[in-house]
């Protein structure tokens, strides 16, 4: 047994669900919620959820998410799984998984930046 892959085993879990594909590398100058694995499995690491019924968070309005976040949490929106969810959050946890998924970019965006990456790969010079 290699010793230095034990020493990084607890650096690569962060908690995330084995078959979540992972942030996009560098995107993202916010840093990752402790809790995100708690979210990942319906909204994705990235804010794109995979599975229908689940509405994509990548790139929504942040005051908008927080807002949603607390009104599950009171009661005053309701949705059992999300109530659940949020239900053992603090505040801060619920600030930071705004922020990071308001920062993720959209599908669309997306899209249009792996154009532009092309364009930029097979332009001229
Ligand atoms: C079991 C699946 C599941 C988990 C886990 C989950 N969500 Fe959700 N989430 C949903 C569904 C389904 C909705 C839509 C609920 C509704 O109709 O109000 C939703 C709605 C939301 C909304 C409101 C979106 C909008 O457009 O109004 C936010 C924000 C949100 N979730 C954030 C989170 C965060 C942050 C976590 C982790 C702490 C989390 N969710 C965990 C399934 C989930």
Same mark, same amino acid.
């Given at each position: ?7 990084? @085993? ?18 993202? !100058?916010?840093?990752?919620p ?21 509405? /994509?968070l990548?790139?929504q309005d942040e005051a908008y998410l927080r807002l949603s976040l607390q009104k599950y949490k009171s009661?005053e929106r309701? /949705?059992? !799984?999300?109530?659940?969810?949020v239900?053992?959050l603090q505040d801060a946890d619920l600030d930071a998984l705004a922020r990071w998924y308001a920062s ?6 997306? @899209?249009?930046? @792996? ?11």
């Open positions: 047994m290699n010793p230095r892959a034990l020493m990084l @085993a607890p650096l690569l879990g962060l908690g995330l669900s084995a078959c979540s594909p992972g942030a996009p590398a560098g995107a993202a !100058p916010i840093e990752r402790a809790q995100l694995g708690m979210c990942a499995s319906c909204h994705g690491v990235d804010g794109i959820a995979f599975a229908p019924g689940n509405p /994509h990548a790139g009661g309701r /949705h059992p !799984p999300m109530q659940a969810v239900g053992a993720q970019p959209r599908q669309g965006q997306r @899209a249009a930046a @792996a154009e532009a990456a092309d364009a930029d790969s097979g332009g001229a010079n």
